[in-house]
């Protein structure tokens, strides 16, 4: 930065000193400096355009949705009266997804990067592997809905089978575990969850990648010199440095799952239901009712997404505003994440200095 | 000591989790008593409530999830898991025995009804109520107020040459005609096509095509020109924005009925009318929950129908499939 700033008289003069005796190299600049302007005034028109489009759409969300928007939407689960129609089943059902999500997308999409970027010897099948994660962050998700449904979805249903004839299982001859009998559904959070694990998983991937790549190799080096292994380098150099990127990285892609309804429909989420996964509707069953937390993962649930396309293909157009009311408990959902995201990076950074 | 510490915490985390996981931990005595599993059966955890599960057409699921609401209202141990998926892939889930009741908007095909009784399902179809899908136009459309079927289907069929309202009709207007419908994958829009173009499917290519029939209504009420159809509680929640069309199955005009609920209801509204179904799997109607949930659906649940802007099926048909039900759980 402050290389930068001593250079700057010395390019102007540079560029001002021709200026004085040659007439044509002047014009020259001149154009030069008029298509800079010309280009710099076009970013910002389309800066600014977009950022009127959002707002237009703001607007017309919170417009359309006046009067609407109370607590007591989401309060209550869904219902065909529009004055009566909440997102409690929504919200939840997209808790435990994006919970699962990110449980199942850290540890993998995480170590894969530092596979990837830290272990891995420059080979083929590395580089085939690295070109191909950046064609899978473009696949439409409904692909990987399709996927989720022959693999996950299948999986689960053989398991259910198997789980409903169980009642004890014996774990290493010592003790024996007996279950209660818990319905399980094969259309489950689990299996919501892993297919979004598959849709979020390379742009976790690509992000974690990119924040380990902009740890200074010095810091590498400097571990190793002073006798570390290369486990314990990545463990207590590495990653925490690439930390404050690699945290918003995964925050941020798995806010994206929060919005995806394609692959979930194709996975047979449930449409209209006042059904919250595992009967846990408020947050203080989430510790006093600990058996109902472990059901949740094996029930059936709808998602925010889901509730919000479903109100917005209503006959009665009093469903427009839920839908409107629905988009924006969205966004404060979606917000909130990004500002956990925000918060971590700040303190995650904080301890750094390089 | 940091090494004791992490067995510590990894124990502990054990031990919680397998409390968390609402499970009784017990000594295993003699190797011999773990097969022993005479333990008391265990019954599904307290105050978890039965469900029906429930698939199929967009259109009657308006119908299944205001039953399914006031139903759960009296019987609050029972949900309704109600998913929309479209009536052919509600059936395929039907086939595969997934679900409980199919919604349909169109009678079930010989190929399903085959499937279905190659994997031992039995169906029990119901009429819940009828739909007129609804012709309209353009509010500012001022030169039509009934049209024929064979003006529809110059209109709609296959590689046909309208391209203005005067193309149909030498004394209306020269006004382009922008046609709006639902997609391939609906319902409605292979009975529209069977019933006006003589075979399913068949559908000029030109026509703006969607999903969602607000989209539809929103088409025909931003041009003068526009057309387009859907299910009659569309039209009627949307009277204010679209003028529907009589519909004449002779040649003259003049002869077109509108479709209203007396029309449709009484079998005048032809041939754009057509019965809703729901497909009860018989092995089902075993379970009380699923009994209750389609006898609610043929009683009290018939006040919805014309609530959510469908058409109450005549006496005799409600009748009928009353006694049919009872007959099936008999």
């Not at chain 1, 089943?89 to 919970?99: C, P, Y």
Request: charged letters at 20%; one cysteine or more.
């Amino acid at each position: 930065m402050s290389s930068a700033g001593s250079d700057t008289p010395t390019s102007h003069r540079l560029i001002s000193a021709p200026v004085s005796f040659v007439s044509g190299a002047d014009r020259s600049i001149r154009r030069r400096l008029f298509l800079s302007r010309v280009f710099s005034w076009i970013c910002r028109f389309v800066t600014y355009a977009s950022l009127a489009v959002l707002i237009v759409l703001l607007t017309a969300i919170i417009w359309s949705s006046f009067g609407r928007l109370a607590f007591d939407f989401v309060y209550s689960t869904n219902s065909s009266n529009p004055k009566n129609a909440g997102m409690l089943a929504g919200l939840w059902g997209s808790f435990w997804l994006v919970l699962f999500t990110a449980l199942f997308s850290i540890p993998v999409g995480v170590g894969s990067a530092v596979y990837l970027e830290e272990i891995a010897k420059d080979s083929f099948f590395v580089r085939l592997i690295k070109t191909n994660l950046s064609n899978l962050a473009g696949v439409p998700s409904i692909v990987y809905g399709i996927l989720g449904y022959t693999v996950f979805r299948s999986a689960a249903a053989v398991l259910k089978v198997w789980f409903d004839g169980q009642h004890a299982f014996n774990i290493m001859g010592l003790f024996r575990l007996r279950l209660h009998k818990l319905p399980i559904y094969e259309d489950n959070i689990l299996v919501g969850a892993l297919t979004l694990t598959l849709v979020v998983l390379p742009t976790v991937i690509a992000s974690a990648q990119e924040s380990l790549r902009s740890v200074p190799s010095s810091l590498r080096v400097a571990s190793l010199a002073l006798g570390a292994t290369r486990w314990q380098t990545i463990w207590r150099q590495v990653i925490p440095a690439a930390l404050p990127g690699i945290s918003t990285g995964v925050i941020l892609s798995t806010s994206r799952a929060i919005g995806e309804a394609a692959p979930l429909i194709m996975l047979g989420a449930l449409t209209i239901t006042t059904m919250v996964p595992g009967n846990i509707d408020s947050p203080v069953k989430l510790i006093t009712r600990p058996m109902q937390v472990l059901h949740a993962p094996l029930d059936q649930f709808t998602a925010m997404p889901i509730e919000i396309y479903d109100w917005s293909r209503q006959t009665d157009s009093q469903f427009t505003a839920v839908a409107a009311t629905g988009i924006i408990v969205l966004l404060i959902v979606l917000l909130s994440i990004n500002a956990v995201a925000m918060i971590v990076r700040h303190y995650a950074s904080r301890r750094l200095k390089w | 000591m940091s090494v004791r510490r992490r067995l510590c915490v990894m124990f502990s985390l054990g031990v919680l989790s397998s409390g968390m996981l609402g499970c009784s931990v017990e000594n295993v005595g003699t190797p011999a008593d773990g097969t022993n599993t005479s333990a008391p059966a265990l019954t599904p955890s307290s105050g978890e409530p039965s469900r029906v599960q429930v698939d199929g057409s967009s259109t009657v699921k308006m119908i299944t999830a205001a039953v399914g609401e006031e139903f759960e209202g009296k019987f609050s141990d029972v949900k309704i898991a109600l998913k929309v998926t479209g009536t052919g892939t509600g059936f395929k889930e039907m086939i595969a025995g997934r679900i409980d009741v199919a919604n349909a908007s169109r009678p079930i095909k010989d190929s399903e009804k085959a499937d279905c009784e190659k994997n031992g399902i039995d169906l029990l179809e119901l009429i819940v109520a009828l739909d007129g899908l609804t012709v309209c136009v353009n509010k500012d459309n001022d030169w039509v107020e009934s049209i024929t079927v064979d003006q529809l289907k110059r209109i709609w069929e296959p590689g046909s040459t309208v391209k203005t309202w005067q193309d149909v009709d030498a004394s209306w207007p020269d006004v382009p005609i922008s046609l709006f419908g639902p997609g391939e994958e609906s319902g409605t829009f292979d009975f529209f096509t069977e019933a006006i173009n003589g075979k399913e499917d068949a559908m000029r290519e030109d026509y703006s095509p969607s999903a969602d029939d607000n989209v539809t209504i929103t088409g025909v009420s931003g041009e003068k020109g526009g057309m387009g159809f859907f299910g009659c509680a569309y039209y009627y929640s949307n009277t204010d924005k679209v003028k529907a069309l009589k519909v004449s199955t002779t040649d003259n005009p003049g002869d077109g009925v509108g479709p209203t609920a007396e029309s449709v209801k009484a079998g005048k509204y032809k041939p754009l009318s057509r019965p809703l179904f729901i497909y009860v799997k018989k092995s089902s109607l075993a379970r009380q929950e699923v009994q209750d949930f389609v006898r609610f659906y043929l009683n009290e649940g018939q006040n919805q129908v014309s609530a959510v802007g469908y058409v109450d099926v005549s006496d005799d048909q409600l009748k009928a499939s009353r006694d049919a039900f009872e007959a099936a759980i008999r």
